[in-house]
């Protein structure tokens, strides 16, 4: 039988799927699973956030970063202003950090993570419905995908715009089964967040995770059902999840 999880902690009680009962569809995140966009970004808040008096140790701003991975930006203006205030320029140190974020995308480029163009058209071939989950505004994330030649993979895209809550509440993965109209026990999710765990598990989806900057806790580990070191290393579980023979 394939187990995904059942985590007491979380108060999730999933059913488990048998091998016949294969998954019918496959969720991504992006930042950080399907792009190497964390370098950027990373650098771009701390660049904005300098330029408006903010300035702090390289060591002091990577376990501050460490919070915003995987988190909607309503969540990062809260952090921020409970750390520095109500009078936190939030909207200004945003605004800067997308502009000087996204000149330095269209200069440099993108990289596609390794793995992640072959498997979406592994998938996509063997009918396997798409959907994307991302934290990142609909617009930037249009950019990005049809910038890469993979937007036309995605049945739907379902962005932290189109729901109450952000990870790791499960709404955006959700809201993905119901326009998909695929039941959540049949829906398989790659994440590369602790939050988007959480949330993927949560939602009572079997979880794949590709840590990007941090391992994982043994706690996250024990909600993904596979922790896999890239996305190459995901056709080796298509027939095992969809039924996908790859020869």
């Known amino acids: 039988m394939l187990y995904c999880i059942n985590d007491e902690r979380l108060n999730v009680s999933l059913e488990v799927p048998k091998m016949s009962q ?73 605004a800067e950090r997308i502009k000087i974020g996204d000149d330095r995308e269209m200069q440099e480029g993108l ?6 163009l072959e498997l979406l058209n592994q998938l996509s ?28 993979n995605f049945a739907t895209i379902v962005t932290s715009e189109n729901v109450a809550q952000g990870k790791p509440a499960p709404d955006i993965f959700l809201e993905v089964s119901r326009r998909i109209d695929v039941a959540p026990q049949e829906c ?20 794949i995770m590709v840590p990007d900057l941090e391992q994982p806790s043994a706690q996250i580990r024990s909600l993904a059902y596979k922790v896999l ?15 996908v023979k790859i020869k």
């Open 111 to 116: 990289p596609i993570k390794p793995g992640a």
């Open 188 to 207: 398989v999710v790659f994440e590369d967040s602790f939050v988007g765990v959480e949330a993927a598990s949560s939602a009572r989806m079997c979880t």
């Open 22 to 94: 294969h998954f019918k569809a496959a969720i991504f995140d992006m930042d950080g699973l399907l792009f190497d966009t964390e370098s950027i970004a990373r650098w771009a808040w701390k660049k904005a956030l300098e330029n408006h008096g903010y300035g702090m140790s390289d060591n002091f701003f990577n376990d501050l970063y460490k919070e915003f991975i995987g988190r909607d930006l309503s969540w990062r203006e809260k952090f921020l202003k409970r750390r520095y205030g109500a009078s936190f320029p939030f909207e200004s140190v945003k």
């Open 125 to 152: 071939a063997f009918g396997v419905i798409l959907g994307l989950a991302t934290g990142t505004s609909l617009i930037r994330t249009t950019r990005r995908l049809m910038n890469a030649g993979i937007y036309q």
């Open 229 to 243: 070191d890239s996305l190459e290393q995901a056709s080796e579980l298509l027939e095992e999840l969809f039924g």
